[in-house]
């Protein structure tokens, strides 16, 4: 599993400036902390594998009739021309300006790139939900390194960047998740078995948002704030016409083995429990589908379902199913739960002896959120990341006498996923211990520059940091390497997700210190 972050991007001196040449000048930022040497260009993207158009109900989009948004196997235009195209009044670019970037492949095995106009950090693949939790916060150390270095940059744009879903005046930016699944589980089980799941994930996990409806002019507080911007039940786009459940068949892995479920219908989280439990949630109910035990219900009209319990902070409001019975979203939560809970029994995954390690705590924290959620808020509300946003809002309410379409409320809302510390409202409760944290700062860091042990995550970015003059591209399936006095380039596959791991490989990167020594002998070759 892992992560895809899009963050809000604002320049506070420039307002009006181009977003995706902020963006790069985003990557760039990154890219001066960590390279080894001032021209190193770094690490760039291998769209060779990527398949956007390919829909998981057994057909592709003809390139003529996809949008230019879903076209994500090319690289985007140049964000000089991007800024050139607008105008000099917007941005002005000097002929001793450092070419944009647009892409990067950092040595934790993440990718950061501009996706949409906006800074994107694409987290490495991890095999459970704490390590999920734990790389995704690295993405947000290195969005705060970003900002950081912008600002002291007196030659550079300073920018703020935001973890949240929404600008308020109707532009929505994802926060996706992906699972890897068997390809031999039908596309059809993973469709009636989510859909429910889904529309009410966002009582455990939503982050919250000030304003009803997608250009938030409805006065009020909704639970979900990427709830509102969908509009199909099944579907390719991720932008437009967003579906809760998303077809795009691009596995990132052996294609007849494993299928990617590409989420996008959940909210970024600045809560460590509730990005956590997203992703662990997510994965049991995963593991209920492909052994046939989901709860068996389906929701009338499931889009309009996901907005009214989205709007709905009283977790009182019913949705009707199409056997005739009327539940609530905490009601559809617990059936899942339940289930989850016997088919771990069952199977003995979250035992003590001879469990997994993480089911046991998965189920602990799901229950506990069900339970606080029914009845003790003020205990939820240390977790759960919009009632925690909920209670500060309600705060500002009281003091200053504020209605719900007061746009200082909605100043307080973006504030909100600020990733400065000292700025950033969910942050600042974190240090106070009045939101709870499940990972330490010194784990964050490790996380930054160290990729994942256990997954295909390691060789990448083990390689990256090994060789930096000699990795050309990567991609989630591959890595390319050139070597000294060669123009051919040697292309390495990895598209299976559990090998290239730590113990597999590391100790051919510990006696290999010479780029021809270390793929002559990952390649099987004999050297003379």
């Known amino acids: 599993m892992?992560?895809?972050?899009?963050?809000?991007?604002?320049?506070?001196?420039?307002?009006?400036?181009?977003?995706?040449?902020?963006?790069?000048?985003?990557?760039?930022?990154?890219?001066?902390?960590?390279?080894?040497?001032?021209?190193?260009?770094?690490?760039?993207?291998?769209?060779?594998?990527?398949?956007?158009?390919?829909?998981?109900r057994g057909w592709s989009v003809p390139?003529?009739?996809?949008?230019?948004?879903?076209?994500?196997?090319?690289?985007?235009?140049?964000?000089?021309?991007?800024?050139?195209?607008?105008?000099?009044?917007?941005?002005?670019?000097?002929g001793d300006q450092e070419p944009a970037l647009m892409n990067l492949v950092l040595g934790n095995g993440a990718r950061l790139y501009v996706d949409h106009a906006h800074p994107e950090y694409s987290s490495?693949?991890?095999?459970?939900?704490?390590?999920?939790?734990?790389?995704?916060?690295?993405?947000?150390?290195?969005?705060?390194?970003?900002?950081?270095?912008?600002?002291?940059?007196?030659?550079?744009?300073p920018v703020n960047l935001y973890k949240n879903n929404t600008d308020g005046k109707g532009a929505s930016y994802g926060s996706h998740e992906n699972y890897l699944v068997p390809r031999a589980v039908p596309f059809s089980d993973l469709v009636a078995g989510l859909i429910p799941f889904f529309v009410s994930r966002p009582l455990v996990c939503g982050s919250g948002r000030v304003g009803l409806g997608q250009d938030g002019s409805g006065p009020g507080f909704q639970i979900s704030q990427r709830a509102d911007y969908f509009e199909a039940e099944v579907g390719l786009e991720t932008t437009m016409r967003r579906p809760i459940i998303n077809t795009?068949?691009?596995?990132?892995?052996?294609?007849?083995?494993?299928?990617?479920?590409?989420?996008?219908?959940?909210?970024?989280?600045?809560?460590?429990?509730?990005?956590?439990?997203?992703?662990?949630?997510?994965?049991?109910?995963?593991?209920?589908?492909?052994?046939?035990?989901?709860?068996?219900?389906?929701?009338?009209?499931?889009?309009?379902?996901?907005?009214?319990?989205?709007?709905?902070?009283?977790?009182?409001?019913?949705?009707?199913?199409?056997?005739?019975?009327?539940?609530?979203?905490?009601?559809?939560?617990?059936?899942?739960?339940?289930?989850?809970?016997k088919l771990a029994a069952d199977t003995g995954v979250a035992s003590a002896d001879g469990g997994d390690g993480h089911t046991a705590e998965v189920l602990r924290r799901w229950e506990k959120a069900l339970t606080d959620l029914g009845g003790d808020r003020d205990a939820a509300a240390g977790y759960v990341e919009w009632l925690a946003k909920l209670r500060v809002l309600e705060g500002f309410r009281r003091r200053d006498g504020l209605a719900w379409g007061d746009a200082r409320l909605g100043l307080v809302d973006i504030q909100w996923s600020d990733v400065r510390p000292e700025r950033g409202i969910a942050l600042r409760l974190a240090a106070r211990g009045a939101l709870e944290t499940m990972v330490d700062d010194s784990s964050i860091a490790a996380?930054?520059?160290?990729?994942?042990?256990?997954?295909?995550?390691?060789?990448?970015?083990?390689?990256?940091?090994?060789?930096?003059?000699?990795?050309?591209?990567?991609?989630?399936?591959?890595?390319?390497?050139?070597?000294?006095?060669?123009?051919?380039?040697?292309?390495?596959?990895?598209?299976?997700?559990?090998?290239?791991?730590k113990a597999l490989t590391h100790a051919l990167f510990d006696e290999h210190a010479r780029i021809e020594d270390f793929l002559a002998a990952l390649l099987g070759e004999r050297r003379t």
């Open 2 to 56: 892992g992560s895809e972050t899009e963050f809000g991007i604002h320049a506070p001196n420039s307002p009006g400036a181009n977003a995706t040449y902020l963006s790069s000048q985003v990557i760039a930022a990154y890219a001066r902390l960590t390279r080894s040497r001032p021209a190193d260009p770094g690490t760039s993207w291998d769209y060779t594998d990527e398949t956007p158009l390919r829909d998981a």
């Open 63 to 94: 390139r003529s009739r996809a949008h230019p948004d879903q076209l994500t196997d090319e690289p985007i235009l140049t964000a000089e021309a991007v800024a050139l195209a607008h105008g000099p009044a917007e941005i002005e670019l000097d």
């Open 124 to 157: 490495p693949e991890v095999t459970n939900p704490r390590d999920a939790l734990l790389w995704d916060l690295a993405g947000d150390a290195v969005a705060l390194s970003t900002v950081r270095a912008l600002a002291a940059e007196s030659a550079r744009e």
């Open 248 to 341: 795009r068949d691009e596995p990132h892995a052996v294609a007849d083995k494993y299928r990617r479920l590409h989420v996008i219908v959940g909210d970024a989280n600045v809560s460590h429990v509730a990005n956590y439990l997203k992703f662990g949630m997510t994965a049991l109910v995963l593991s209920l589908i492909e052994a046939g035990r989901a709860p068996q219900v389906e929701v009338h009209e499931p889009v309009m379902a996901m907005h009214r319990l989205s709007h709905d902070t009283d977790l009182v409001e019913k949705v009707r199913l199409l056997d005739g019975r009327h539940v609530t979203g905490l009601e559809l939560q617990w059936m899942y739960f339940e289930a989850a809970a």
């Open 447 to 501: 996380a930054v520059v160290e990729p994942p042990p256990d997954t295909r995550a390691w060789f990448r970015g083990t390689s990256i940091k090994r060789f930096p003059g000699s990795v050309v591209s990567a991609s989630w399936d591959s890595v390319v390497f050139s070597q000294p006095g060669s123009y051919r380039l040697q292309r390495v596959p990895t598209r299976e997700p559990l090998r290239g791991t």
